[in-house]
């Protein structure tokens, strides 16, 4: 099972009260839901791949407003042949639409979300969780990536859940796909969010875990790039100062060099791969005295110099 229908499964178990219920349902019908017209009046429709949600539905129809419903199961030829379910509601059709707040004359169908369905807070986040349930989708926190989606029917809609959303301090953003217009989220933090605000407490639980130890993982990664980074720096600077002693060495006479060049020779010779740092703790052993990391850099510049000016007399 994924992260998502993992999510879905708590969600659809938890336990809603009426109010709650119908905003939930409200939410469910206008993302997969549409409206019918035909010679035997109006009809409510709604459409999934989830059986689970289906009853769901169902239960959710008559609890709320106890009529009957049609369901027809129809295999799909691709989507790896899952069943689509179709939901049909006759009976009331035209006073449940009303209700649920789905249909406006001038606007048409789930194109915004009636605010009277929204009045406290537990139907706003009942609301936002059927929109999850309809159509979210939610990236395992072990993937390379945070993201989270919900698939919505308008932009009026999408405008108004987004606004939804930043009521609870979930700032989300809209993209229009192909196969509709679309509200994600990027930010690990809000999805956690999203998660708790919708009811989904394990699934949170799960999340939380998988990102403290993705993210320890990758704390862990960046400081073992910067120490290996940082390691070699030190590689090459000490490879360019054995060079330059070589250099000095070879074409001077030692007698002509101060003591304080015969010291840095001396430490980086002996130790080819310590960084300035460690020649200067090592250096109080060697000298009775400390020579600070600042002094051995100068001390290193001024033999490069040496080295460069030998070799342009020798080439001369």
Known sequence: MSFTSDAKRELMHLDTPKCCRLAETAALFAVNGHLSIAQGGVSLTFQTMSLPLVRKLIASVKALYGVDVEIVRKQQQKLHKKNLYTVTIRDKAHAIINEL??????????????????????????????????SGSI??????????????????????????????????RMHEKKRGLMVYIKESEKIADL??????TKALLTFEDERIKR??????????????????????????????IAVVENLLDPSQLPDTLHEAIFLRKKYPESSLSELSELSAEHFRKRVSKSGLNHRFRNLHAMAMEVLDEYND
């Open 101 to 134: 707040g789905l249909m406006d004359e001038t606007k048409g169908f789930a194109q915004d979300i009636d605010s009277t369905l929204l009045i406290k807070e537990c139907d706003q986040r009942a609301f936002l969780r059927g929109v999850f349930l309809a």
């Open 139 to 172: 990236n395992h926190p072990r993937s390379s990536s945070y993201h989270a989606e919900m698939t919505v029917p308008s932009r009026g809609f999408a405008e108004a859940l987004i606004d939804l959303m930043k009521s609870f301090d979930i700032p989300a």
């Open 195 to 200: 998660l708790r605000v919708t009811g989904a």
């Open 215 to 244: 993210d320890f993982v990758n704390s862990i990664t960046r400081v073992m790039n910067m120490e290996l980074a940082n390691q070699n720096k030190t590689l090459e600077a000490a490879d360019k100062q054995l060079k330059d």
